[in-house]
């Protein structure tokens, strides 16, 4: 009888998990968070390597999604009003630039004539 060979597919949702439980275990020990997913999960370390790298789109995915999880939102709101702060200052530059070159070119239209 022949041996079939199975292959485990991990959805991003597992992928995700993973990565969170690497995340966590090296933030409360410092390092070993791949080893002991490695044995906790059943996954090899090469197809966490590959996931990390980005080989697969799934991969990417999981990583993006692990990432969003733990993002702080009252940071994120800080950032998006000192962007928007930023934003303003910007186009009241611009808008005074762009006076500026309107008076400029009837200047120029009046010496040329």
Excluded: C
Aim: proline share 1%.
């Amino acid at each position: 009888m022949a041996k079939t060979n199975t292959t485990k597919r991990y959805t991003d949702e597992q992928k995700a998990e993973i990565f969170a439980f690497i995340e966590k275990y090296n933030e409360e020990n410092g390092r070993g968070g791949q080893t002991a997913a490695i044995k906790k999960f059943k996954v090899t370390a090469l197809t966490i390597y590959n996931w990390r790298k980005g080989s697969s789109k799934r991969g990417k995915a999981a990583v993006k999604q692990a990432k969003k999880k733990f993002r702080n939102p009252s940071k994120l709101i800080e950032r998006l009003h000192i962007v928007t702060k930023e934003i303003d200052k910007a186009e009241t530059a611009l808008s005074k630039l762009q006076a500026e070159a309107k008076v400029l070119r009837k200047e120029i239209r009046l010496a040329i004539d």
